[in-house]
T-cell receptor, first 113, second 112 residues
Framework: AQTVTQSQPEMSVQEAETVTLSCTYD???????LFWYKQPPSRQMILVIR??????QNATENRFSVNFQKAAKSFSLKISDSQLGDTAMYFC??????????FGKGTKLSVIP | DAGVTQSPTHLIKTRGQQVTLRCSPK?????VSWYQQALGQGPQFIFQ???????QRGNFPDRFSGHQFPNYSSELNVNALLLGDSALYLC???????????FGDGTRLSIL
C-alpha cells in the first residue's frame, strides 16, 4: 500500500520569488517513481516533474526542481522565478512501474503579481 | 500528436441511472487508467486496462466497470448512480513497460 501526504493545503508566493511545496510518502515497493502534477482551473492534470527512486540525483525541469530524501521519504518541489501561470493545484503522487498512481490531497498555489 | 481525449466534457444524471464515459489514449500508448477526483481532493484510482483486460483495481464497488477496445480506447461504466458519484473522472494513458501517465481533461459528472 502507498500513502502520500501533502501538509500544506494552500500557499502563496510573489511573482519572481521561489516557493517550495512539501510531500511525504510511504511505500512498500522497492522500485517506484515519484511525480508532481499541476492542475490549473482548466482541470487537466499536467506532469511537472518525475523522479525515479533508484536515482540519487534530484530531477530538474527548467524552473522546477525536487529535493528527494529517500531515507526520510520526502519529496519536495521547488519552483524558482514563479510566474502567474504557475497558479494551480499541485499534486504529489507515487507509483510503481506503470501501475496505479497514489495522489496526495494537493496544495493550492497562488502566485501574486 | 493528439493527447488523451475524453468525452463527454460534462454530464448530468439522476440517482439510479447508468452512465458511460469514454477515453482515447495518447498515440502509441497501450494502457488506460481511470481515476475519480472528488471536489477538493486528489484523484483516486479506479482501475487500469491493458490488452483489453482489467490489470489492476482500486477500492471501488462492482458498480464501476470498464472495457478496453482493440484500438486501446476505453470506457468507464457506472451503474445505479449515487449522489456520492458526483466527481471529475480522469482518464490517463501510458505504456505498460513504464513511463509517466498522461491525463485527459476529464469528464465532470453531476448526480441530481
Amino acid at each position: 500500500a502507498q500513502t502520500v501526504t501533502q501538509s500544506q493545503p494552500e500557499m502563496s508566493v510573489q511573482e519572481a520569488e521561489t516557493v517550495t511545496l512539501s510531500c511525504t510518502y510511504d511505500t512498500s515497493e522497492n522500485n517506484y517513481y515519484l511525480f508532481w502534477y499541476k492542475q490549473p482551473p482548466s482541470r487537466q492534470m499536467i506532469l511537472v516533474i518525475r523522479q525515479e527512486a533508484y536515482k540519487q540525483q534530484n530531477a530538474t525541469e527548467n524552473r522546477f526542481s525536487v529535493n528527494f530524501q529517500k531515507a526520510a521519504k520526502s519529496f519536495s518541489l521547488k519552483i524558482s522565478d514563479s510566474q502567474l501561470g504557475d497558479t494551480a493545484m499541485y499534486f504529489c503522487a507515487s507509483g510503481a512501474g506503470s501501475y496505479q498512481l497514489t495522489f496526495g490531497k494537493g496544495t493550492k498555489l497562488s502566485v501574486i503579481p | 500528436d493528439a493527447g488523451v481525449t475524453q468525452s463527454p466534457t460534462h454530464l448530468i444524471k439522476t440517482r439510479g441511472q447508468q452512465v458511460t464515459l469514454r477515453c482515447s489514449p495518447k498515440s502509441g500508448h497501450d494502457t488506460v487508467s481511470w481515476y475519480q477526483q472528488a471536489l477538493g481532493q486528489g484523484p483516486q484510482f479506479i482501475f487500469q486496462y491493458y490488452e483489453e483486460e482489467e490489470r489492476q483495481r482500486g477500492n471501488f464497488p462492482d458498480r464501476f466497470s470498464g472495457h478496453q477496445f482493440p484500438n486501446y480506447s476505453s470506457e468507464l461504466n457506472v451503474n445505479a448512480l449515487l449522489l456520492g458519484d458526483s466527481a471529475l473522472y480522469l482518464c490517463a494513458s501510458s505504456l505498460v513497460e513504464g513511463g509517466p501517465q498522461h491525463f485527459g481533461d476529464g469528464t465532470r459528472l453531476s448526480i441530481l
